[in-house]
């Protein structure tokens, strides 16, 4: 098949959908002529300007995205007390803030580890935001450290508080020690710094329990996850969803978007 053909296949769909709007009136139907004719026409032309063949590209993906911020948005509006007023979740910053930002993570995930430094960024840059942190063991299955550094983390918030916690959570980010490194004894030691020697007797799994139903109910598939959202008034365009690894600048600017 010659070039031209393939391309003049691709293009009759693409041309006629790509540039349309999510909501949009419905096009009006062409005759199968009608349509040749222009996939002819577009063929040509992209035949002769391969560049706009990147734009259309990139079309593509920037409206596959906004359907996927759409469809997440509207999840995180369902499920909006579970994520802002869990009084099991670990939180940091003023009660009366506007945004919050939502963090799923888990201690043994080389990405969260690469956030974190990141975080402790934006955290300092506007500390007007209220943080909540998920604890999110997905790998406990495979290092048994993921699921007991979260344990610990839940007893430390219920221990000590804001304070106590956010040193726990930087500490064990700090010790570098992640996918499988990380050791009973760092935990430990990470606990003492925070004022913790033993963990609480309670069994905190039915927390992690929640966080994972929650993240599920959400349609996040592994860590890290970060939900940017107004503490009032929500709605799918003040709402940012990363499914996957954010910069301090992405994190910004999805808070100054959630204000607005």
């Given at each position: 098949?010659?070039?031209?053909?393939?391309?003049?296949?691709?293009?009759?769909?693409?041309?006629?959908?790509?540039f349309?709007?999510?909501?949009?009136?419905?096009?009006?139907?062409?005759?199968?002529?009608?349509?040749?004719?222009?996939?002819?026409?577009?063929?040509?032309?992209?035949?002769?300007?391969?560049?706009?063949l990147?734009?259309?590209?990139?079309?593509?993906?920037?409206?596959?995205?906004?359907?996927?911020?759409?469809?997440?948005?509207?999840?995180?509006?369902?499920?909006?007390?579970?994520?802002?007023?869990?009084?099991?979740?670990?939180?940091?910053?003023?009660?009366?803030?506007?945004?919050?930002?939502?963090?799923?993570?888990?201690?043994?995930?080389?990405?969260?580890?690469?956030?974190?430094?990141?975080?402790?960024?934006?955290?300092?840059?506007?500390?007007d935001?209220?943080?909540?942190?998920?604890?999110?063991?997905?790998?406990?299955?495979?290092?048994?450290?993921?699921?007991?550094?979260?344990?610990?983390?839940?007893?430390?918030?219920?221990?000590?508080?804001?304070?106590?916690?956010?040193?726990?959570?930087?500490?064990?980010?700090?010790?570098?020690?992640?996918?499988?490194?990380?050791?009973?004894?760092?935990?430990?030691?990470?606990?003492?710094?925070?004022?913790?020697?033993?963990?609480?007797?309670?069994?905190?799994?039915?927390?992690?329990?929640?966080?994972?139903?929650?993240?599920?109910?959400?349609?996040?598939?592994?860590?890290?996850?970060?939900?940017?959202?107004?503490?009032?008034?929500?709605?799918?365009?003040t709402?940012?969803?990363?499914?996957?690894?954010?910069?301090?600048?992405?994190i910004?600017?999805?808070?100054?978007?959630?204000?607005?």
């Amino acid at each position: 098949m010659s070039i031209k053909k393939t391309t003049l296949s691709l293009v009759t769909t693409v041309i006629l959908s790509v540039f349309t709007p999510l909501h949009a009136a419905p096009a009006p139907a062409f005759t199968p002529e009608q349509e040749a004719r222009i996939g002819e026409i577009a063929a040509d032309y992209l035949l002769a300007h391969p560049d706009v063949l990147v734009q259309v590209s990139q079309k593509l993906q920037q409206q596959q995205h906004a359907r996927e911020q759409l469809a997440m948005s509207l999840k995180v509006m369902d499920n909006q007390a579970a994520l802002l007023r869990d009084a099991d979740t670990p939180v940091s910053g003023p009660a009366g803030a506007k945004v919050a930002v939502i963090e799923f993570f888990d201690y043994q995930c080389v990405f969260c580890s690469r956030l974190a430094p990141g975080m402790e960024q934006v955290m300092k840059t506007r500390p007007d935001v209220r943080y909540i942190f998920k604890e999110w063991p997905i790998f406990a299955p495979k290092w048994e450290t993921s699921s007991l550094a979260a344990q610990y983390g839940i007893g430390v918030w219920k221990a000590k508080g804001a304070a106590g916690y956010l040193t726990y959570h930087n500490g064990i980010y700090h010790t570098g020690h992640i996918e499988g490194d990380l050791t009973t004894e760092d935990i430990k030691a990470v606990a003492h710094a925070a004022g913790v020697d033993t963990l609480n007797a309670v069994d905190h799994a039915p927390v992690l329990g929640k966080n994972d139903a929650l993240a599920q109910a959400l349609g996040l598939t592994g860590t890290p996850g970060l939900i940017v959202m107004p503490v009032e008034n929500a709605s799918p365009g003040t709402i940012t969803v990363f499914a996957g690894l954010a910069s301090p600048e992405q994190i910004l600017a999805a808070i100054d978007k959630a204000q607005h």
